[in-house]
């Protein structure tokens, strides 16, 4: 994450809005919605659960409509290897 400075805001479906703050290698989660987020992230709370716990793959919810995102194709990627990382670390539940 280092170098990566970026705001990722989350509208989920049932969820309040919140984004995520990358700066300086750090992360910090702020409630609500920012003004001038780098990416946008869409879908139901359910759909992105499923994909931060790999039990759906991330190419095929964006091909069948089920989350989608706004901003720069180069960031959603980052962030998916963010996302990656963060599985390989931590044990789900099933």
Request: glycine letters at 12%; proline letters at 4%; charged letters at 25%.
């Amino acid at each position: 994450m280092n170098g990566w400075n970026r705001i990722v805001q989350f509208s989920l479906d049932g969820e309040d809005p919140f984004y995520l703050e990358f700066s300086g290698g750090a992360v910090m989660l702020h409630d609500g919605t920012h003004g001038k987020p780098d990416l946008t992230l869409k879908g139901a709370n359910e759909v992105f659960y499923k994909l931060m716990t790999g039990k759906l793959d991330r190419m095929r919810a964006i091909l069948l409509g089920q989350i989608s995102f706004h901003g720069s194709v180069k960031d959603a990627a980052r962030f998916a290897d963010i996302g990656d990382e963060v599985r390989r670390s931590v044990k789900f539940p099933p």
